[in-house]
């Protein structure tokens, strides 16, 4: 009899719950969620007129073995049907602007917009790309997202597309982002190539070796280049959620926040504020700030 508990009822906590309730070595997992709702950042406002907001994330990119990935589990799910695509010709994609100094610029794209010079930048972006290669590879274990950027590719990029990027993606600031940890791709392509023109072409590396399913090889064949959901983004988790209550493992638990974890001889001890939960195992899917509020750390060291 294996328990594991999951801190952090969003969209990472049930993600490794569902992965978790798959396991035959696992016979039963709890899910402690501090807040009224699943889901944590994916969340929408639907309107009766059939509009939709999100409050979060507005898509997914389906690129690379997490994109195939999240796409086997969207499919398993039963969301295939509620999937709403955008490829790489839709003006939507193409169309990406940055507000700067009082005025709304386009952003660069295509083979046309390397070439020449498009305001906010002072030079054609080709000129980064090529001079990029002769940069010197970091010695640092990790750096800034903004450090790497503007070591390797010039720090007008970096200030202005990279930091509106982060801004949107991670909803952080890229002088603080780790760049091994957001951009693994990148910073792997300077340690194995010594360049990151040089790493897109010939590779960085291995990546896990994942099948793609039925929406995985669909979104390679149209050329998606996100994928949104119909009912907005916030079906996702409520589909998850759904998965692991029928799943006869999983146990969901909402306004549960943890007060204090306590390591025992049978395994952990875990306190709410209505009582203690036991399990062999935690996943902890919340921020670290939010872990190192309810640890001691000189007990459980």
């Known amino acids: 009899m294996t328990t594991v508990a999951v801190l952090g009822g969003g969209i990472g906590g049930l993600a490794a719950s569902y992965y978790l309730c798959k396991s035959t ?3 039963k997992v709890i899910v402690l ?3 009224s709702r699943f889901g944590g950042w994916l ?11 999100e409050h979060g994330p507005r898509g997914i990119r389906p690129a690379g073995a997490v994109g195939r990935n999240t796409l086997n589990m969207v499919d398993d799910l039963g969301l295939g049907g509620e999937i709403l695509p955008v490829d790489y010709s839709h003006v939507a994609s193409k169309n990406r602007y940055v507000y700067l100094n009082k005025q709304l610029h386009r952003m660069p794209s295509g083979i046309s917009g390397l070439l020449r010079t498009v305001p906010p930048f002072s030079r054609p972006l080709l000129l980064n790309v090529a001079k990029e290669i002769l940069v010197r590879k970091g010695k640092e274990d990790d750096e800034s997202i903004h450090s790497f950027v503007s070591r390797r590719l010039g720090k007008e990029l970096a200030d202005i597309a990279v930091d509106s990027l982060c801004r949107g993606v991670f909803a952080g600031d890229c002088r603080k982002l780790s760049v091994r940890s957001c951009f693994p791709v990148l910073f792997n392509a300077e340690q194995r190539r010594g360049s990151l023109t040089l ?8 990546t896990p070796a994942l099948p793609p399913g039925p929406l995985a ?7 998606w280049a996100q994928w949104s959901l119909r009912s ?5 988790p409520e589909s998850l959620s759904e998965f692991l209550q029928q799943s006869g493992k999983v146990q ?11 390591h025992a001889a049978s395994g952990w001890k875990i306190e709410l504020e209505d009582g203690v939960i036991s399990a062999d195992h935690i996943i902890s899917a919340m921020p670290a700030k939010g872990n190192f509020s309810y640890m001691n750390t000189e007990e459980n060291s």
């Open 25 to 27: 070595q696992v016979t």
């Open 33 to 35: 969620e501090s807040s």
């Open 43 to 53: 969340s929408s406002t639907r309107r009766s007129d059939g509009a939709v907001f």
């Open 199 to 206: 790493g897109m072409l010939l590779g960085s590396g291995p």
């Open 217 to 223: 090889q669909r979104s390679q064949t149209e050329s």
């Open 232 to 236: 907005g983004m916030q079906s996702f």
């Open 252 to 262: 969901l638990h909402r306004d549960a926040g943890v007060q204090h974890i306590t």
